[in-house]
């Protein structure tokens, strides 16, 4: 039972933080001022806390299910550290903006969201299938 609820946490906190990060993607993708400051005080106060919380019981999910020693999770928890940094890269690039006060496309604002979807493909896969 404790490993359910642990894991709905894992996916609740998941699904917050992607969707955070699909926000600020298409913020950079389609540029506009007046959304990307509220875009970037709700990063601040909900998508970093559940980033840091998925990842906080995804670690629990991995000590209650004796799952550190599969490579699955190895390879796992690399594409997630990429994922983290492209969270990081995305709040970097809206800081910019914001700074620069500048409606302009963000340069390799396209790439974001393919690029973060595909790894979101890879992790579920990874996570689903085992292999
Ligand atoms: C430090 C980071 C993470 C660790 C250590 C971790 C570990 C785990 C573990 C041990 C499970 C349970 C597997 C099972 O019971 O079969 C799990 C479930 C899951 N994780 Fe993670 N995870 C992390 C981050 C992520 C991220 C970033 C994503 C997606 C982008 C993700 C997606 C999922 C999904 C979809 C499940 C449910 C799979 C199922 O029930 O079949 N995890 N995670």
Do not use: C, N
Not at 6 to 33: D, E, N, Q
Not at 36 to 61: E, H, N, S
Not at 124 to 131: A, G, R, S
Request: glycine letters at 10%.
């Amino acid at each position: 039972m404790l490993y359910e609820l642990t894991k709905a946490a894992h996916l609740i906190s998941l699904f917050v933080w992607i969707g955070g990060m699909v926000a600020v993607a298409l913020a950079l993708r389609y540029p506009a001022l007046i959304h990307m400051k509220p875009l970037k005080a709700y990063d601040r106060a909900v998508t970093t806390p559940a980033m840091i919380l998925a990842l906080i019981f995804g670690i629990l999910l991995g000590v209650q299910g004796g799952w550190f020693t599969s490579a699955w999770l190895g390879i796992k928890i690399v594409l997630v550290l990429v994922l983290s940094g492209l969270h990081g890269a995305l709040v970097g690039k809206l800081r910019r903006a914001i700074w620069d006060s500048s409606d302009q496309v963000v340069a390799g604002g396209r790439v974001f969201l393919p690029v973060g979807l595909g790894l979101l493909v890879l992790i579920v896969l990874l996570v689903t299938l085992k292999p």
